[in-house]
Nanobody, 117 residues
């Protein structure tokens, strides 16, 4: 099992930046995949960015060039750096971990990001 705790959300103006953090309860060094997803009101949860052990990074088209996913294995933490934020980025952002190919997915509790002037 893996517990995930997100932080770093908040209210930011359009064009601003935020960095989300996701701390895992166990080592992420050998995790198959870790990622960030988001869910806006009335919409389905969608992929934002993933970091896969054998494939590297993958981004949704809507955030490519603005968001960056990274990891710090020593801190068991995955980050999502979000720049040039837009109102349409407003959502609850969830951290996800998949320890191995085909294993269960684990989710954090989510952190709210609101982009508004």
């Amino acid at each position: 099992q893996v517990q995930l705790v997100e932080s770093g959300g908040g209210l930011v103006q359009p064009g601003g930046s935020l960095r989300l953090s996701c701390v895992a309860s166990r080592s992420i060094f050998s995790m198959f995949r870790m990622g960030w997803y988001r869910q806006a009101p009335g919409k389905q949860r969608e992929l934002v960015a993933t970091l896969t052990r054998s494939e590297g990074t993958n981004y949704a088209g809507s955030v490519k060039g603005r968001f960056t996913i990274s990891r710090d294995n020593a801190k068991n933490t995955v980050y999502l750096q979000m720049n040039s934020l837009k109102p349409e980025d407003t959502a609850v952002y969830y951290c996800n971990a998949q320890p191995s190919l085909g294993s269960n997915n684990y989710w954090g509790q989510g952190t709210q990001v609101t982009v508004s002037s």
